[in-house]
Every structure is written in structure tokens, then in C-alpha cells.
T-cell receptor
């Protein structure tokens, strides 16, 4: 069965520190991979996506993610977080059909 | 339209009543998705449409839930005999051409349903 696992429900980092949010998936074939962000009171916004090619993809707001086929992972990273990055982050997978989401990781930023 | 539009934005209903939630996708987007987001939870897939056909209804929680779509436009999600556990934000999203590789899902603001 298709599934997406985000093992960390909450993560707290200090402003300026680096960030890595984990995502693992189970899928019959290599799916398309996405990270979305949901800021307080706002809708979901696409941060980045991976379809094929270079396994390191760049997104908006300084985020990047690396696809590792051997680990079925697509972890999201940012070298230096800003207070405005506090939000809920969702990993998603899909291909020709439905797109499913993980349960999300809530990011807290310490001043 | 310019974006995905959902109505009502808020709905409070009594247990046992039926509710209908509406989604108007971006013009020209052939695929439409419904998700449910309970308080503090992730996005739970409910159903998606390719045009007016629903290839995958596996996410609908029970037979009290149904959805339909007219052509490649408006979709309605109907919940019959609502229960308190149905309380959630129901999110609609559309995507161009119906394939995941066309890019991103565009989400509406959601319909917040509260069942008393």
C-alpha cells in the first residue's frame, strides 16, 4: 500500500540554525515527491517537487530536498531558518493518480 | 476563476443532519481532489476526480460520504447523517491535466465543519 511517513510530529530549532525534516515513503514505483507548507491561517503552498533527474532539488524560500532511492526518503533541508519558517510541513507522494500526504511536521522556531 | 473556491467557509450543524460542501476548481484544471484535515492532524485523502469520473474513492470514510463532479467544474462533497467525528476542515485542490507530474496542487481555503 502507498504510504508517507513523517516521523517527527514536532521539531524545534533556533533561528539561524539548520533544519532537516524527514520523509519516507512506500510506493510501487518511484513516485513524484512534493513538500508543501501550511502557515498559520494560510492555505497549503508548494515548496518544491521532484519528478526525475538531479536528486537534489531547490525550492522556494531557500529550501532544498534530496531524493534517496535506496532509503525511500525525500528529506527537506534549510541551512538557516528564519522565524517566518514556523509552520506545518507536509511531504506528499503521487504519480498518475492520487496524491497522498504525510501527517505533517510542525516546526517551531526559538528566537 | 483565479483560484480554488470553496463554500461554505464555515458550517456548524447538528449531529444527524446532512451537509453539502462545494468546490469550484481553477478553470481548465481537469483533476480535483478532496482531503480532510482534522484538528492537529495531517491531510487525509478522500477522493479524486479525473474530469467527472472518480477513479479512486477508497479514501471515503463511510457510505455516509459521497461526492460528485459536473464535467470539469464544480464538485460537491455530501456528508449524510453527520457525526461528531466528521468535524474537520475539508480541503479541495485542483491540478492541471490530472497528472501529478504537471506540478502543484492548488488548494482552496477549506470548509470548516463543526458537528455539535
Amino acid at each position: 500500500a502507498q504510504s508517507v511517513t513523517q516521523p517527527d510530529i514536532h521539531i524545534t530549532v533556533s533561528e539561524g540554525a539548520s533544519l532537516e525534516l524527514r520523509c519516507n515513503y512506500s510506493y510501487g514505483a518511484t513516485p513524484y515527491l512534493f513538500w508543501y507548507v501550511q502557515s498559520p491561517g494560510q492555505g497549503l503552498q508548494l515548496l518544491l517537487k521532484y519528478f526525475s533527474g538531479d536528486t537534489l532539488v531547490q525550492g522556494i524560500k531557500g529550501f532544498e530536498a534530496e531524493f534517496k532511492r535506496s532509503q525511500s526518503s525525500f528529506n527537506l533541508r534549510k541551512p538557516s531558518v528564519h522565524w517566518s519558517d514556523a509552520a506545518e510541513y507536509f511531504c506528499a507522494v503521487g504519480r498518475d493518480d492520487k496524491i497522498i500526504f504525510g501527517k505533517g511536521t510542525r516546526l517551531h522556531i526559538l528566537p | 476563476g483565479a483560484g480554488v473556491s470553496q463554500s461554505p467557509s464555515n458550517k456548524v450543524t447538528e449531529k444527524g443532519k446532512d451537509v453539502e460542501l462545494r468546490c469550484d476548481p481553477i478553470s481548465g484544471h481537469t483533476a480535483l481532489y478532496w482531503y480532510r484535515q482534522r484538528l492537529g492532524q495531517g491531510l487525509e485523502f478522500l477522493i479524486y476526480f479525473q474530469g467527472n469520473s472518480a477513479p479512486d474513492k477508497s479514501g471515503l470514510p463511510s457510505d455516509r460520504f459521497s461526492a460528485e463532479r459536473t464535467g470539469e467544474s464544480v464538485s460537491t462533497l455530501t456528508i449524510q447523517r453527520t457525526q461528531q467525528e466528521d468535524s474537520a476542515v475539508y480541503l479541495c485542490a485542483s491540478i492541471r491535466s490530472g497528472r501529478a507530474d504537471t506540478g502543484e496542487l492548488f488548494f482552496g481555503e477549506g470548509s470548516r465543519l463543526t458537528v455539535l
